[in-house]
């Protein structure tokens, strides 16, 4: 589980392949958000794209993606085309874009608002990994 660059960190490890992972939650994931200081301001989006594509290409772990429709970070048009090129690519990427969260959604996961409405999407990915009674 990662959120944010650690969020992208976590793709980019499943895309190694490692065989003590089963599978992996990507909260709010990327990079080079809020360039200049500016909301939704990414300075690369295309290579963000690329690498989402790279890292689909080589992944067999199940991944889940969550961003927010308010991520001022990453804009939903953008994380829906790296879950895209993810998964056309090959990777498994169960992508959900919740609604907006507070001023900024990027901030959804530490908060326990954010797990009141992140939790169940979790849960579903995970028993379907695992199966409901199995899951750690």
Known sequence: VGQSAGGWGSLAAASRGPESVRAVINFAGGRGGYAGGRPNNN?????????????????????????TRNDRFFDSAL???MAGAYRS???DAEYHLLDAFGEDGHRLFPTPEGRALWQPYADR???????ASARP
């Open 89 to 91: 690519a090959g990777g």
């Open 43 to 67: 300075c690369a989006p295309d290579s963000l794209v690329d690498a989402a594509a790279t890292f689909g290409r080589s992944s067999k772990i199940p991944t889940l993606w969550i961003y």
């Open 125 to 131: 990915f995970l028993d379907r990994i695992w199966g």
């Open 79 to 81: 994380t829906a085309r």
